[in-house]
C-alpha cells in the first residue's frame, strides 16, 4: 500500500523560513515527486518538482531563488526548503508521488 505523508506546515512571519518534508512509501519503483500548493480560492499550482535519473529540480517562477527542492533517494524522503516567506506563500501545500497525493500541510505567512 503506497503513502505520501507531508509535515513541516506552521505559520511564520514573512521573511521567515520553513521546511517542508514529503515521506513516500511503499513504491516499489523510481519515480517522479512534486510540490504543489491550494491557496484559499484559488486552484492548485505546481510549485517544484524533482526527477529521475539526474535529480534535477523544476521550479515555478513565482518560488524561483527562494526555494530549494532535495530528496534523498535512500529514505525515500523529498524536502522543500522555504526561504524568504511572503504572504502569498500561504497556501495548503500537497505533495505528490507518482500520481498519488499527501493530505497536505498548511502554510501560513503572516505578521
Known amino acids: 500500500q503506497v503513502q505520501v505523508v507531508e509535515s513541516g506546515g506552521g505559520l511564520v512571519q514573512p521573511g521567515g523560513s520553513l521546511r517542508l518534508s514529503c515521506v513516500a512509501s511503499?513504491?516499489?519503483?523510481?519515480?517522479?515527486m512534486t510540490w504543489h500548493r491550494q491557496a484559499p480560492g484559488k486552484e492548485r499550482e505546481m510549485v517544484a518538482r524533482?526527477?529521475?535519473?539526474?535529480?534535477?529540480?523544476i521550479y515555478a517562477d513565482s518560488v524561483k531563488g527562494r526555494f530549494t527542492l532535495s530528496r534523498d533517494n535512500g529514505e525515500n524522503t523529498m524536502y522543500l526548503q522555504m526561504n524568504n516567506l511572503k504572504p502569498e506563500d500561504t497556501a495548503v501545500y500537497y505533495c505528490?508521488?507518482?500520481?498519488?497525493w499527501g493530505q497536505g500541510t498548511h502554510v501560513t505567512v503572516a505578521s
Open positions: 511503499g513504491f516499489t519503483s523510481m519515480y517522479l
Open positions: 524533482i526527477g529521475i535519473p539526474s535529480n534535477g529540480a
Open positions: 505528490n508521488v507518482a500520481g498519488h
